[in-house]
């Protein structure tokens, strides 16, 4: 025992400790794993120097009271984690904020089993969520087998528009073509899917 020190405080001292080494343990590793759910606006180049700070302190937190680092350069550390964790959840909550604001009523259509040369077409029927016009600047299909057609003009809020799709059923066999819409809703790139098989008649 430590001269001078009161029997009673060596608990306090060892609970305190240890309660900081755990709360950086579970921090630490929470945010790095977290990193996958910021928004895709926090581009990569802001994630990196992020990634490595986290990954950095999973390994600094089990050695910073082990060794006999002064006050200051416990501080600094301590104070640089709080802003970055602060940084990161900060970017989730405004991730977790921004609502969809394009919905469709379906996003794959599944056409089964149609006969050589029958009736390929569909319809996609979306809602604006939002609190402006909604506008779809393109749509544009995976391939040249597969025809979109879509509302042109701007769709006001609560209003509805469509996606008119014709796949060629001329071509037989099965089929999974892909309709990437793309607009100025917060969700400003979706993906629309239509499968199915094309057989001849018997």
């Known amino acids: 025992m430590t001269a001078g020190m009161p ?3 060596i608990p306090v001292y060892f609970s305190h400790k240890q309660i900081l080494q755990n709360y950086f343990k579970i921090q630490c590793i929470q ?10 606006s926090f581009g990569e180049k802001k994630r990196q120097p992020l990634k490595k700070f986290f990954n950095f302190a999973k390994i600094k937190y089990k050695i910073m009271f082990k060794l006999n680092l002064n006050n200051t ?15 990161v959840l900060n970017a989730q909550n405004t991730n977790t904020n921004k609502q969809d604001s394009i919905i469709f009523n379906k996003l794959e259509h ?10 390929g077409q569909c319809e996609f029927t979306f809602t604006n969520k939002g609190d402006a016009p909604l506008i779809l600047s393109n749509v544009r299909a995976s391939c040249g087998c597969t025809v979109p057609q879509w509302t ?7 209003e509805t ?6 796949y060629n059923t001329k071509i037989a066999g099965a089929f999974n073509k892909s309709i990437t819409v793309n607009s ?6 979706v993906v629309l899917r239509i499968k199915g098989k094309v057989e001849k008649s018997n």
């Open 73 to 87: 350069s416990k501080w600094i550390f301590v104070l640089s984690f709080l802003f970055l964790n602060t940084l």
């Open 152 to 158: 042109r003009e701007p769709v006001a809020p609560g």
């Open 184 to 189: 100025n809703a917060v969700n400003s790139n």
């Open 7 to 9: 029997f009673s405080q």
């Open 110 to 119: 599944d056409y089964g089993i149609i006969e050589l040369g029958s009736d």
């Open 161 to 166: 528009g469509t996606i008119k799709v014709k």
């Open 31 to 40: 945010q790095f794993n977290n990193m996958k759910n910021l928004p895709n």
